[in-house]
């Protein structure tokens, strides 16, 4: 069993930046693909990002291409995401995902076995 906490939402200004953080539990962290995923208001879940369990590959919604970076440390098995240039658009509650599969199916929530509980940003224009 794998538990994921997210942590660094909040309000924060358009043009602003956040850097979201998602602890796991577990010694195999290093070995799960992660990705990110938000859900606004009224919304359907929707995929932001991901990273192979090594870091070397990642893809992101082309939403936020350009403004958000995925990254992981897997000695502090912790994995982040840094939002800049965030829009009120960005506003959601935003989940880390962990999968056990080998893989590059970031974008598909189906992919993944495991969810935080999930940490609110909101972007004021």
């Known amino acids: 069993q794998v538990q994921l906490v997210e942590s660094g939402g909040g309000l924060v200004q358009a043009g602003g930046s956040l850097r979201l953080s998602c602890a796991a539990s577990?010694?195999?962290?290093?070995?799960?693909?992660m990705g990110w995923f938000r859900q606004g208001p009224g919304k359907e879940r929707e995929f932001v990002a991901g990273?192979?369990?090594?870091?070397?590959?990642?893809d992101y919604a082309g939403s936020v291409k350009g403004r958000f970076t995925i990254s992981r440390d897997n000695a502090k098995n912790t994995l982040y995401l840094q939002m800049n240039s965030l829009k009120p658009e960005d506003t959601a509650v935003y989940y880390c995902?962990?999968?056990?599969?080998?893989?590059?199916?970031?974008?598909?929530?189906?992919?993944?076995?495991?969810w935080g509980q999930g940490t609110q940003v909101t972007v004021s224009s």
């Open positions: 995902a962990a999968a056990t599969k080998v893989g590059t199916n970031y974008d598909l929530p189906q992919w993944y076995d495991y």
């Open positions: 577990g010694r195999t962290f290093r070995s799960y693909t």
């Open positions: 990273i192979s369990w090594s870091g070397d590959s990642h």
